[in-house]
């Protein structure tokens, strides 16, 4: 299983996504970080197994939340480039690109 790193940007929409959920109910906040674990585990545990986006980029879908994992992969690690809820413009996300690696 590979690690994974995010940056700070990425720490923000998790962060305001489970604010989110947290107003609606404490119930549907965990069982979004719940599903947002499960999948992380499974981009971690078969990085290639998720659909290609962009040239060096794929998108693993979380179940009954409007939300996507965006990644990309470098040697043994997983760069999450954004947690993108799925009503955002489709490309707010590539200026992070060119610092996924730093």
């Keep these: 299983m590979r690690g994974y790193k995010f940056d700070a940007a990425v720490d923000r929409e998790f962060t305001e996504a489970i604010k ?4 609606r109910s404490s119930r549907a906040a965990r069982n ?3 599903e947002f ?10 990085p290639e197994g998720s659909t290609v ?6 998108s693993k ?15 043994d690690i997983v760069y999450i480039v954004a947690v993108a809820h799925q009503s955002r413009h ?3 996300w590539k200026d992070r690109l ?3 690696h730093d």
């Design 20 to 23: 989110y959920y947290r107003i």
């Design 32 to 34: 979004f970080v719940e």
């Design 37 to 46: 674990d499960r999948c992380l585990t499974y981009v971690c545990t078969f």
């Design 53 to 58: 986006r962009e040239t060096l980029v794929r």
């Design 61 to 75: 879908s979380l179940h009954r939340y409007p939300y996507n994992i965006l990644y990309m992969l470098h040697d």
């Design 90 to 92: 489709p490309d707010y």
């Design 98 to 100: 060119r610092d996924a």
